[in-house]
């Protein structure tokens, strides 16, 4: 008896071994899997392999900063800003975690088309009044694997203990297998239906790598814009804090000469009265960047108790960014083609339409006769013969399963749903066409602008400096007012907050148009541009489904 026994006693013992791991190793076999998929799928999009943790960091710098650990960071530039994101920006977080789960559910997918392994065991003691009569225990394993052509193969194998403890008889024990195939021969049938769920699931993925991209790449170009938007405040402070202390000279100089009996008190007060409204906008532009970086802090993840500086060469170093040739961008029909061949969230909208197609497929389906092979065979071992089976007692059965397509309204709505899908999932790809050429239109226009806006920021600052500095000369031989100086200096610092102003309208209208062509790259050094001249993959109408297309 025991040694009959043996096998199914290690197989329980292996069986209950395997089950005991703990909620942890389950987390982590799970991390493994999604991890490996993940790095998969992003290294052959976009050739990045980048690591991906969910996990938080008990030791990142927001919390560091809440621990008192770290109390300012100086000199960040687009690549530190970007780090810090990574690893505390809120959106991003949830962005990953996005991409965790769509991995999630292809291990989910893989897991129910492969081999599944189940067992169990029950114990039983059975009595009347004060006294036990039977006692008895059941064991089983079962695996149930699903076939290419759309069959479900179930296979199963259990034994039984018995006995009667009034009897004094021993333990008797049997053992049992069966083994059941149900094969679709219309509906249900053929790859396409069977993997759908996988299919699905593995394009959606797909699409998460994709969005994830994307949501990278505008974070940086984000980030970038705030940066600039801090750096181009300093400037203003610096530019507005150099015009009240110029003001304030001319001021003194006034006094002076006022009270030479030189010059008019009116002109004295003019120079006071420029002086207070240069140290009230002095005073406002301080307040703007405190709160620009207090935005920023909280849009990066941290604390606004952190003390912030930037590093002022960012503004230089991101202007300079090799855009190749920028008459290349003037051509709209060469932009878009780049565009639509490179835009991860366009060519999400694409695939979708054939995701629609593929469903309307698989809902038609459901419409069909449900025709299927249906065999079993079951057999039971003599008592205390545990694994010895005599054929000749095995059971066998073979037979067909109609389901009549009657009643099918529910299957009807569903196909009907599909194919309205398909349609707007169609008519959603081309809208999103035609949003990239109007963004892109855009794109070049307000590039052009910029850049024009730019140079003549650059005459207008010369001009303002030459205009004060005659100012000055002829106020000096008394062919100039005080008001003339004033509005001379006045001119000079509007000049020079508008140059700074055009320069970063213009680095980060080269910075979006790349974005929306698909070319600009997250890397450690914080931005670059892709070089691509592919054409578009995109075709240039797209066909709406029709029911005849789905049942031909």
Same mark, same amino acid.
């Given at each position: 008896?025991?040694?009959?026994?043996?096998?199914?006693?290690?197989?329980?013992?292996?069986?209950?071994?395997?089950?005991?791991?703990?909620?942890?190793?389950?987390?982590?076999?799970?991390?493994?899997?999604?991890?490996?998929?993940?790095?998969?799928?992003?290294?052959?999009?976009?050739?990045?392999?980048?690591?991906?943790?969910?996990?938080?960091?008990?030791?990142?710098?927001?919390?560091?900063? @809440?621990?008192?650990?770290?109390?300012?960071?100086?000199?960040?530039? &687009?690549?530190?800003?970007?780090?810090?994101?990574?690893?505390?920006?809120?959106?991003?977080?949830?962005?990953?975690?996005?991409?965790?789960?769509?991995?999630? #559910?292809?291990?989910?997918?893989?897991?129910?088309?492969?081999?599944?392994?189940?067992?169990?065991?029950?114990?039983?003691?059975?009595?009347?009044?004060?006294?036990?009569?039977?006692?008895?225990?059941?064991?089983?394993?079962?695996?149930?694997?699903?076939?290419?052509?759309?069959?479900?193969?179930?296979?199963?194998?259990?034994?039984?203990?018995?006995?009667?403890?009034?009897?004094?008889?021993?333990?008797?024990?049997?053992?049992?297998?069966?083994?059941?195939?149900?094969?679709?021969?219309?509906?249900?049938?053929?790859?396409?239906?069977?993997?759908?769920?996988?299919?699905?699931?593995?394009?959606?993925?797909?699409?998460?790598?994709?969005?994830?991209?994307?949501?990278?790449?505008? &974070?940086?170009?984000?980030?970038?814009?705030?940066?600039?938007?801090?750096?181009?405040?300093?400037?203003?402070?610096?530019?507005?804090?150099?015009?009240?202390?110029?003001?304030?000279?001319?001021?003194?100089?006034?006094?002076?000469?006022?009270?030479?009996?030189? +010059?008019?008190?009116?002109?004295?007060?003019?120079?006071?009265?420029?002086? +207070?409204?240069?140290?009230?906008?002095?005073?406002?532009?301080?307040?703007?960047?405190?709160?620009?970086? #207090?935005?920023?802090?909280?849009? +990066?993840?941290?604390?606004?108790?952190?003390?912030?500086?930037?590093?002022?060469?960012?503004?230089? =170093?991101?202007?300079?960014?090799?855009?190749?040739?920028?008459?290349?961008? =003037?051509?709209?029909?060469?932009?878009?083609?780049?565009?639509?061949?490179?835009?991860? #969230?366009?060519?999400?909208?694409?695939?979708?339409?054939?995701?629609?197609?593929?469903?309307?497929?698989?809902?038609?389906?459901?419409?069909?006769?449900?025709?299927?092979?249906?065999?079993?065979?079951?057999?039971?071992?003599?008592?205390?013969?545990?694994?010895?089976?005599?054929?000749?007692?095995?059971?066998?059965? *073979?037979?067909?399963?109609?389901?009549?397509?009657?009643?099918?309204?529910?299957?009807?709505?569903?196909?009907?749903?599909? @194919?309205?899908?398909?349609?707007?999932?169609?008519?959603?790809?081309?809208?999103?066409?035609?949003?990239?050429?109007?963004?892109?239109? #855009?794109? *070049?226009?307000?590039?052009?602008?910029?850049?024009?806006?730019?140079?003549?920021?650059?005459?207008?600052?010369?001009?303002?400096?030459?205009?004060?500095?005659?100012?000055?000369?002829?106020?000096?031989?008394?062919?100039?007012?005080?008001?003339?100086?004033?509005?001379?200096?006045?001119?000079?610092?509007?000049?020079?907050?508008? @140059?700074?102003?055009?320069?970063?309208?213009?680095?980060?209208?080269?910075?979006?148009?790349? +974005?929306?062509?698909?070319? @600009?790259?997250?890397?450690?050094?914080?931005?670059?541009?892709?070089?691509?001249?592919?054409?578009?993959?995109?075709?240039?109408?797209?066909?709406?489904?029709?029911?005849?297309?789905?049942?031909?």
């Amino acid at each position: 008896m025991s040694s009959r026994q043996s096998p199914f006693f290690y197989l329980a013992l292996g069986l209950v071994a395997s089950a005991c791991q703990s909620p942890a190793e389950y987390a982590a076999e799970a991390d493994d899997e999604v991890y490996a998929l993940v790095s998969e799928r992003r290294a052959a999009l976009f050739e990045d392999a980048e690591a991906l943790d969910i996990e938080p960091n008990p030791r990142s710098l927001r919390q560091r900063v @809440l621990a008192g650990e770290v109390a300012s960071l100086e000199q960040l530039g &687009l690549a530190q800003c970007l780090e810090i994101a990574a690893e505390n920006q809120r959106d991003l977080q949830r962005r990953q975690e996005s991409l965790y789960l769509a991995a999630l #559910d292809v291990t989910l997918e893989r897991w129910l088309l492969g081999p599944i392994l189940a067992a169990g065991a029950d114990a039983e003691l059975l009595g009347l009044g004060a006294e036990a009569h039977t006692a008895s225990a059941d064991s089983s394993a079962s695996l149930t694997a699903v076939l290419g052509s759309g069959a479900i193969l179930v296979g199963q194998i259990g034994l039984n203990v018995f006995r009667d403890l009034l009897s004094g008889e021993g333990w008797q024990a049997t053992s049992n297998f069966s083994l059941a195939l149900t094969q679709p021969l219309l509906r249900g049938a053929g790859k396409l239906i069977l993997y759908e769920p996988l299919t699905q699931a593995e394009r959606s993925l797909v699409y998460e790598v994709r969005e994830f991209e994307r949501f990278r790449r505008e &974070l940086a170009v984000n980030i970038a814009g705030q940066l600039l938007r801090i750096l181009q405040q300093a400037d203003t402070i610096e530019n507005e804090r150099k015009n009240f202390e110029r003001v304030s000279e001319i001021r003194k100089r006034n006094e002076a000469l006022a009270a030479a009996g030189r +010059l008019s008190d009116i002109q004295v007060d003019q120079a006071s009265q420029d002086e +207070l409204s240069s140290e009230n906008r002095l005073i406002d532009v301080r307040q703007d960047f405190e709160s620009q970086l #207090d935005g920023f802090k909280l849009f +990066l993840g941290l604390p606004p108790a952190i003390e912030l500086t930037v590093n002022p060469g960012e503004l230089t =170093r991101l202007a300079a960014v090799d855009l190749g040739d920028e008459a290349d961008f =003037r051509g709209l029909e060469a932009t878009v083609a780049i565009a639509l061949a490179r835009r991860p #969230d366009f060519l999400v909208a694409v695939d979708r339409v054939l995701d629609a197609e593929r469903q309307a497929q698989v809902a038609a389906d459901a419409l069909r006769l449900g025709f299927d092979l249906v065999s079993q065979i079951d057999g039971t071992s003599g008592t205390n013969q545990p694994l010895r089976y005599n054929f000749n007692q095995v059971s066998w059965s *073979l037979g067909l399963a109609l389901d009549l397509p009657v009643n099918r309204l529910p299957e009807r709505n569903a196909y009907r749903s599909a @194919l309205i899908t398909w349609q707007r999932s169609a008519r959603d790809a081309d809208l999103a066409r035609d949003n990239i050429e109007v963004a892109l239109r #855009d794109d *070049l226009r307000n590039l052009t602008a910029r850049r024009e806006s730019f140079a003549i920021q650059e005459n207008a600052v010369a001009l303002a400096a030459q205009r004060v500095e005659s100012s000055e000369l002829n106020q000096k031989a008394g062919r100039a007012s005080t008001r003339d100086l004033l509005e001379a200096q006045s001119a000079l610092v509007s000049s020079q907050n508008a @140059l700074t102003r055009a320069l970063i309208d213009y680095t980060l209208a080269r910075l979006t148009m790349v +974005l929306d062509m698909g070319l @600009l790259r997250v890397t450690e050094d914080g931005i670059s541009i892709e070089n691509y001249t592919g054409a578009a993959v995109f075709p240039s109408e797209i066909s709406l489904p029709t029911g005849e297309a789905i049942t031909e």
